[in-house]
Nanobody, 124 residues
Framework: QVQLVESGGGLVQAGGSLRLSCAASGRTFDNWDMGWFRQAPGEEREFVAG????????YYTDSVKGRFTISRDNAKNTVALQMNNLKPEDTAIYYC?????????????????WGQGTQVTVSA
């Protein structure tokens, strides 16, 4: 059974950094796509970044390009989201997700597995 567990959220001032981590277990993830999504109160869940596990190709939503970096560690079965120059509008619950068919999808409905989420709060 696939399990995804996020960690690393917290409270940070605008301009600061946080590193989120997603520990994946239950199978090997070759040829899977991993994504980070976020959901603010009253908003829909939105795509933030994605990565093809095997080849490491990455994708970002425009609002985080140049500030966020997604990466994976094959040996540890983890996916990380390094977030720099954080802004108050980045405040949300961040979720790790996995899906099995390429290419990387931006709709949350295309993802089969989800973590429980981790809160990120950026103060002005």
């Amino acid at each position: 059974q696939v399990q995804l567990v996020e960690s690393g959220g917290g409270l940070v001032q605008a301009g600061g950094s946080l590193r989120l981590s997603c520990a994946a277990s239950g199978r090997t993830f070759d040829n899977w796509d991993m994504g980070w999504f976020r959901q603010a109160p009253g908003e829909e869940r939105e795509f933030v970044a994605g990565i093809r596990w095997t080849v490491g190709i990455t994708y970002y939503t425009d609002s985080v390009k140049g500030r966020f970096t997604i990466s994976r560690d094959n040996a540890k079965n983890t996916v990380a989201l390094q977030m720099n120059n954080l802004k108050p509008e980045d405040t949300a619950i961040y979720y790790c997700a996995a899906e099995t068919t390429p290419p990387v999808k931006v709709s949350p409905y295309d993802y089969d597995y989800w973590g429980q989420g981790t809160q990120v709060t950026v103060s002005a």
